[in-house]
């Protein structure tokens, strides 16, 4: 099962910030946390991960709490192509088998 | 793109039949993880091969099973296929354990 969880649904206005929460209270002090997002009928596609500090990179930034609880994605100025379900994933970088185990994720949806 | 490439995109089959879905990874990626994503449910992992060896595997049944070649692409098999096994099938790519990068899927229906 998940171990995150994530409101079913958002909206974000054309040109605003758009602010994805995600509660992961369980999370052990090995796990990542991990952003996706499948846009309709495509692969999923990587957005950002991280441990403990703050990360950004050309697609967002990613804001993890410092008990490590929680955290926020952050798509900075929202298009409409960015309307899409967006997943966040904890998730163990080890050797070995360390698959992505997707929950239901939020839907996103960018409004002109 | 990801430079992860599917095929076929689209395939129709009908209970019991047998399918083959394959899969090329990124260059330079030696991991593929095979996912299956049911009508508005996130994907569930099905297996992971790294290697040519398989070193993981989620709750799917023995019908279910893979290859990996030498130049790291890979194959899902299906056996005797059922309705609810109509899904997107996605594989993902990764150098080892780090970030996976994922194809646009094969939708397959099961009639």
């Known amino acids: 099962d998940a171990k995150t969880t994530q409101p079913p649904s958002m909206d974000c206005a054309e040109g605003r910030a758009a602010n994805l929460p995600c509660n992961h209270s369980?999370?052990?002090?090995?796990?990542?946390v991990y952003w996706y997002r499948q846009i309709h009928s495509q692969g999923p596609q990587y957005i950002i991960h991280?441990?403990?500090n703050n990360e950004t990179n050309e697609m967002a930034s990613l804001i993890i709490t410092e008990d490590r609880k929680s955290s926020t994605l952050i798509l900075p100025h929202a298009t409409l192509r960015d309307t899409a379900v967006y997943y966040c994933?904890?998730?163990?970088?080890?050797?070995?088998?360390?698959?992505?185990?997707f929950g239901k994720g939020t839907r996103l949806s960018v409004i002109a | 793109e990801t430079g992860v490439t599917q095929s076929p995109t689209h395939l129709i089959k009908t209970r019991g039949q047998q399918v083959t879905l394959r899969c090329s990874s990124q260059?330079?990626?030696?991991?593929v993880s095979w996912y299956q994503q049911a009508l508005g449910q996130g994907p569930q992992f099905i297996f992971q091969y790294y290697r040519e060896e398989e070193n993981g595997r989620g709750n799917f049944p023995p019908r279910f099973s893979g290859l990996q070649f030498p130049n790291y692409s890979s194959e899902l098999n299906v056996n005797a296929l059922e309705l609810d096994d109509s899904a997107l099938y996605l594989c993902a790519s990764s150098l080892a354990a780090n970030e996976q990068f994922f194809g646009p899927g094969t939708r397959l229906t099961v009639l």
């Open positions: 994933i904890v998730r163990a970088i080890v050797s070995g088998n360390t698959p992505l185990v």
């Open positions: 369980t999370i052990s002090g090995n796990e990542y």
């Open positions: 260059s330079g990626h030696n991991t």
């Open positions: 991280g441990l403990k």
